[in-house]
């Protein structure tokens, strides 16, 4: 069931954060913490990421403000995984977000980033 409320999430949805700062993500040690072994993404391009092409890709990465985000859903699809959506304002356009992490650790084992077109 979908809830808007993240309190039992909040671990969750802090690592989420974490994870759209700089100082986390030009950090290699730390994104390691976060992503599982087997991690994937599909990006907002399409393109299909594995964990050491993450890991590489954010450690080179400049440094940017944290986006803003809104709309954040969570869904318990079992004991120890949770769905969660979200979208993050741009300055040039807006996205939406999903993830799959597992409870234990957290760790994310999935993400999925899909621009929304402009209107």
Do not use: C, K
């Amino acid at each position: 069931m979908w809830q808007s409320d993240a309190s039992d999430f909040l671990v969750v949805q802090d690592a989420e954060l974490a994870l759209l700062s700089s100082t986390v993500r030009n950090d290699a040690e730390q994104v390691s913490a976060f992503l599982a072994n087997d991690f994937a993404e599909i990006g907002r391009s399409g393109r299909r990421w594995t964990y050491d092409e993450m890991v590489a890709a954010l450690r080179d990465e400049g440094p940017r403000a944290a986006p803003a985000t809104s709309e954040w859903l969570f869904n318990r699809l079992s004991p120890q995984l949770v769905l969660v959506t979200y979208r993050i304002h741009g300055t040039d356009h807006d996205s939406r977000h999903s993830s799959l992490w597992d409870l234990a650790g957290p760790v994310l084992r999935f993400h999925q980033g899909t621009i929304i077109p402009s209107s």
